[in-house]
Structures are given as structure tokens and as C-alpha cells.
């Protein structure tokens, strides 16, 4: 009998075996392996561009807050424990572009986007129904304002004309500045360090008249706090430290651009021609981030005792003296303004109140008028206005009469020609239309765009902005013609502009 061993080949079969296992281990493993690697380096890749995103988010911020970032951010390099981002800022007309370079785990991404500003009237206030500036007011036949009406001109009313509260029109300044000087080739900045904290800049009226306002070549930098403008005397060639006369500069009526910005005041005192007086700055705190630049002519040498000063304190009369003369005009009274056949304090619909003034109706209801001369006009309570009885002839009035009354200060405009210029800067920023454009009785969508002739909205057509609309020429609207404004602005506002006049 012979035996066979099966030993050798259960040997064999165990080797087989562990050596199928063995491979599909290894491919497992190796499977396995291969997607963790893919997973980690789907994380890393998002993370970098996570980081990168984050350089976006940090410049639209820092763009935003230049109060805190500083003017002209240009980017910055930020590391984290997993990364780094590093972004960089161009200024490409009214927009930036923003590159940022995400780089973590030996990855790097990059994302570049275009931010444009939003253009907002946000900082305009208006107080007024209507207000109107050195050309006055000119009022058509059964014409009506319903809220108050302030002119820094007169105001002429057509028959039926009227308005629902008060009327205010200030004393007449001079079609051209008193005191000037333009030429600017410097700057000086001030309201950032406590040496430079208040400014001053003399001037000798050529006129005996009062001053109704003065104007500035100015910029800001950052978000510059108001700033208060006395008008002094002299003293001994440099500003007294008591006032004459005191305004606000209006931060909000500032830009970060060169231009002019007028400073009214609270009263209109008379200034005496060949007498030098100051004018002085003051902005309360400084701050190194948030100040001012006024336009400067330092080629010019003033003479001992004139041009421009530079202060820590105006009231301590300690000054420095800086190279020439700060750019400024002073605007002096020279004409009397008037109201004209005007009904003032009328019902929303037009009626008359019928003179039934008492103090419960004065108390929420005015309808006063102030002016230096009130004619041929109907007055619902009280008039205030210079000589009587020729400076209210032919005018009745409700409650009591002012003579001898100051005429109002002229009120600064609620926006000012930098703002404009952005605006119109934003407008033209596309390839302008050339000529008249004329939409009649269909849909359009405008803007932004710049149009150097007239623009005419008629028979029930219909206009929405898309962006800000620059007229040169005229803008008139009839015949149920409608302009409304694309969704996209939500709770925004939207601009039109134009250099001519607008007849609705």
C-alpha cells in the first residue's frame, strides 16, 4: 500500500492564498490611500481658495473704511496658521480692481474681481421743499409748492401761485467774489496732527458791505468730521480769538478730489472795506486718518502780518506762519431780494386758510414769509422784511408784521459741485450718445450713460435708469411719461443730471 503526503500542497494552497489576500490588501490599501489623498487635496484646494476669498473680503472692507485702512489701500500680505493671502489694489477709473493670491499646503489660487463704487446721495440732506440758489425762483401761473422754500435768490410769482409753508429768501450776494485767490501749485493738510489742528487765512474786503460766504478749494481724507469757519478780526496780524461771524464745513459736501465748497453762516455781519479780517478754521480733533487738504499758493510771499497761519489752537493765539496764501473767495452782500405775488401758508389744494392765525395755528402751521421785500403778496400768519411800509406794499398778512428785520443768511446747497463732478465723472465713464435723444412712446433702459445734446421723454414712454444719466442740454418730460428706477438699486437712489433746465 502506497501513502501519498498532501502536506506539499496544502502548503501551496495556503501560499495562493495568502498571496491573492495579500494583493487585494495591497490594492485596497493602495485605493484607499489614493482617495484620502484625493480628499485632502479637494480640502486643501478649497481652503486656499477659502483664503484667497478671504483677501477679497478683507480689501472690499478695508476700501469701505479708509477711516481705519487708510486712504489709497493698496492691498497687504496676511498669514494664517494654515496659509496666507496676498492681495493687491488697482484703481481703474470710478472702480478697483482686486487681485488676492490664496497659498496654503504648497497650493495657490487667485481671484481677481471689479469693484465699482456705488454713487449715493446718502450724505445729501435737503430740509427744504424746494431750494434754490442765486438765481432764484421763478413761479408759473397756479404753480404750487407744498413744504417750505428757501432762496438764496428772489422769488417772481405767476397768478394762482402759492405755497403750503414758509418762504424764506436770503439777502442778495454779489454775482463775483469780493476777495479771491485761485492759484493753487501746493497743499496743505490740516486736522491731522495737533500742531496743525486749526488754519487761518486773512483778507481785506474791497466793499463796506456784510459777508454772506465764503468758499473753499478743499479735499478730504478718510471720513473728515465737520469743521467749524469763524470770521475774525485782526490782531496784530493774526486772528483775534473771538469771532464775528460762524459757519460749518460740511464733511458731507466734500469729496476726495479737489473742488470748490461754499461755507455759510449763522449771521451776516458787515465788514468794513480796506480792514483786514481772518479767516479761521477749526476741526475741534485731530486725526491722522481722517483730515483735511486745502489748495495752497506757496510761490507767492505775503506780506508781515497777512496770508496763511497754521495753529494747535485758535483761541490760544499762538500761530505759525506757512508759505503764501490757502485758496479761498469771500462773497459779500450788493443786492436786494424780494418776494413777489406769492400766496404763502396756503391749504395743500390751494384754498386759503382765511388769515386765522391764532397761536394754536401758529404752533404747527406757519406760513410766514422772510424776505428783505414782501409785494403784492398774501401772507397766512407772519412777515418779516426791512422798511415798512414800502418794502411790504401791497401785501396782506395774517398774524404780524417784522419791520426792520435781518434778511436770512444765504443757505449752502445740499450738494456740491465735487459731488456733481463725480456724478457726471460716473455718467461719462461709458462711450457717450452725441446729439438729442428722444424716447416717445416706448420702453428704454438708460444708464449710465452721458448725452451731449436734449433728452425728450414723451407720450406715455417709459425710462428706466440703470445707472447715472448725464444731460448737457435740456430735459423735458410730457404727455404721462414715466422714469422709475431698475430693481437693481433696492433701496438706493438713482441720478439724473442735467446741465440745462428740466420741464415736466
Known amino acids: 500500500m502506497i501513502i501519498k503526503s498532501n502536506k506539499g500542497q496544502t502548503l501551496l494552497i495556503a501560499v495562493i492564498f495568502l ?13 484607499v490611500m489614493s482617495n484620502q489623498i484625493v480628499s485632502q487635496r479637494a480640502y486643501n484646494t478649497q481652503r486656499t481658495y477659502n483664503i484667497a476669498e478671504a483677501g477679497i473680503h478683507k480689501a472690499v472692507w478695508c476700501l469701505n473704511n ?30 478697483y480692481v482686486v487681485t488676492s493670491i490664496g497659498s496654503s499646503s504648497n497650493i495657490e489660487k487667485t481671484i481677481k474681481v471689479t469693484i465699482t463704487q456705488n454713487v449715493t446721495t446718502a450724505d445729501a440732506s435737503f430740509f427744504y421743499g424746494v431750494q434754490v440758489g442765486d438765481g432764484g425762483l421763478t413761479m408759473d401761473n397756479n404753480s404750487y ?31 463775483t467774489a469780493d476777495q479771491e485767490h485761485t492759484t493753487q501749485n501746493a497743499e496743505f493738510s490740516f486736522g491731522r496732527y495737533d500742531s496743525d489742528e486749526d488754519i487761518a487765512q486773512s483778507f481785506t474786503p474791497g466793499v463796506t458791505e456784510v459777508i454772506n460766504y465764503i468758499s473753499l478749494y478743499i479735499k478730504k481724507v478718510g471720513n473728515a468730521a465737520n469743521a467749524t469757519v469763524y470770521i475774525t478780526e485782526d490782531n496784530g496780524g493774526e486772528p483775534a480769538t473771538s469771532s464775528l461771524a460762524q459757519g460749518t464745513l460740511q464733511a458731507n459736501l466734500i469729496t476726495t478730489s479737489f ?12 465788514l468794513t472795506l480796506g480792514t483786514q479780517y481772518w479767516i479761521v478754521i477749526d476741526v475741534g480733533t485731530p486725526k491722522s486718518s481722517k483730515y483735511y487738504i486745502i489748495g495752497q499758493d506757496d510761490q507767492i510771499i505775503a506780506p508781515a502780518g497777512t496770508g496763511a497761519r497754521y495753529s494747535s489752537d485758535w483761541l490760544s493765539g499762538n500761530w505759525s506762519t506757512t508759505d503764501g496764501h490757502f485758496n479761498f473767495k469771500t462773497w459779500m452782500g450788493g443786492l436786494d431780494t424780494h418776494i413777489d405775488g406769492l400766496l404763502v401758508g396756503a391749504n395743500p389744494d390751494g384754498t386759503r386758510i382765511g388769515h386765522n392765525c391764532d ?6 402751521h406757519h406760513g410766514d414769509a422772510h424776505a428783505h421785500t414782501i409785494t403784492n403778496s398774501d401772507i397766512e400768519c407772519d412777515a418779516f422784511y426791512d422798511v415798512d411800509p414800502i418794502d411790504i406794499a401791497g401785501t396782506t398778512v395774517g398774524r404780524n408784521s417784522h419791520p426792520n428785520s435781518d434778511d436770512p443768511p444765504p443757505e449752502v446747497m445740499p450738494i456740491s459741485l465735487q459731488q456733481i463732478q463725480e456724478w457726471k465723472d460716473t455718467a461719462a465713464a461709458v462711450e457717450p450718445h452725441n446729439g438729442d435723444y428722444t424716447i416717445d412712446g416706448t420702453q428704454e433702459e ?5 448725452i451731449t445734446g436734449n433728452l425728450t421723454i414723451a407720450n406715455s414712454a417709459q425710462l428706466t435708469l440703470t445707472g447715472t444719466l448725464w444731460v448737457e442740454g435740456n430735459i423735458e418730460m410730457s404727455n404721462n411719461a414715466i422714469i422709475s428706477l431698475d430693481p437693481g438699486y433696492g433701496n438706493n437712489s438713482g441720478l439724473i443730471i442735467t446741465d440745462g433746465k428740466i420741464t415736466v
Open 19 to 31: 498571496a491573492v489576500t495579500f494583493m487585494l490588501g495591497s490594492s485596497l490599501f493602495a485605493y
Open 66 to 95: 479708509s477711516d481705519i485702512c487708510g486712504s489709497g489701500y493698496s492691498g497687504e500680505t496676511t498669514d494664517f496658521s494654515t496659509g496666507q493671502f496676498t492681495t493687491t489694489v488697482t484703481s481703474v477709473g470710478q472702480d
Open 145 to 175: 409748492v407744498d413744504g417750505n422754500i428757501y432762496s438764496n435768490g428772489s422769488i417772481d410769482a405767476g397768478s394762482g401761485a402759492y405755497v403750503t409753508g414758509d418762504v424764506y429768501v436770503a439777502g442778495g450776494t454779489a454775482l
Open 259 to 270: 473742488g470748490w465748497v461754499d461755507v455759510s453762516f449763522t449771521s451776516n455781519p458787515e
Open 359 to 364: 397761536d394754536a395755528h401758529y404752533a404747527i
Open 446 to 450: 438708460l444708464g449710465p450713460l452721458k
